[in-house]
């Protein structure tokens, strides 16, 4: 997921309201048996709770060199991720496109705060979790994944991050990209969400 001092979440329901104007519409889980409910789903603000400037936050609108080791979000990267992400973004670079971080590494806590912010805002845990990982889940909190942008890096990574052994997960998740590739250096099908 996306991530910045109000990013991850919010980033994440920004790609709704981006595929929306698009005139696509994000895939949903299939509701559960019973009584249809309309469930009204706002974008999700992150306010100053989910403020984290040692737990991987970056701020929102801002994009972080995979090289700026110094920061957490980037330095704390499980170091294959690390080395992965840089590669690309060498060889990216090398055909005009800048790939960047919107998110890397996060703590505990600051994914504990965005999960909690998440459910808060579309009003239970199961919806929460399709945009959202809880912090036992969420491959970031182990230095497993990276949130890439601009748009264009996020289509280039889709389209060559696998060279790296970096693959996109979810289909709601553009930017989301971990190391998945099979021994043939395939990507896995793609999850609609995080939560399945």
């Known amino acids: 997921m996306r991530q910045g001092v109000s990013g991850s979440v ?3 329901v920004g790609l ?3 595929l929306m104007s698009c005139g696509t519409q994000p895939e949903t889980a299939a509701p559960p048996p019973g009584p249809a409910v309309a469930v009204a789903v706002e974008p999700l603000t992150i306010g100053a709770a989910a403020e984290d400037t040692t737990g991987g936050s ?3 609108g801002q994009l972080v060199s995979p090289f700026d080791v110094k920061n957490p979000a980037v330095g704390f ?3 294959a991720v ?3 992400i840089q590669n690309a973004a060498t060889a990216a670079a090398a055909e005009g496109v800048d790939v960047q971080l919107t998110s890397g590494w996060r703590s505990k806590g600051f994914q ?3 999960f909690d912010q998440a459910v808060t805002t579309y009003g239970n845990t199961d ?3 399709q945009f959202v990982a809880s912090p036992e889940t969420s491959m970031h909190v182990f230095g497993k994944a990276v949130d890439v942008g601009p748009v264009v890096a996020d289509q280039w990574m889709i389209a060559n991050g696998s060279r790296f ?3 996109q997960i979810y289909a709601n998740e553009i930017w989301h990209f971990e190391l998945a590739v099979d021994a043939a250096g395939n990507c896995p099908p793609l999850r609609p969400n995080a939560a399945g």
Do not use: Y
Request: proline fraction near 8%; glycine fraction near 4%; charged fraction near 10%.
């Open 10 to 12: 919010a980033t994440a």
């Open 112 to 114: 504990q705060r965005l």
């Open 127 to 129: 919806l929460a979790a």
């Open 165 to 167: 052994g970096l693959c």
């Open 82 to 84: 690390l080395a992965a």
């Open 58 to 60: 970056i701020p929102d």
């Open 16 to 18: 709704s309201a981006l």
């Open 77 to 79: 990267l499980e170091p």
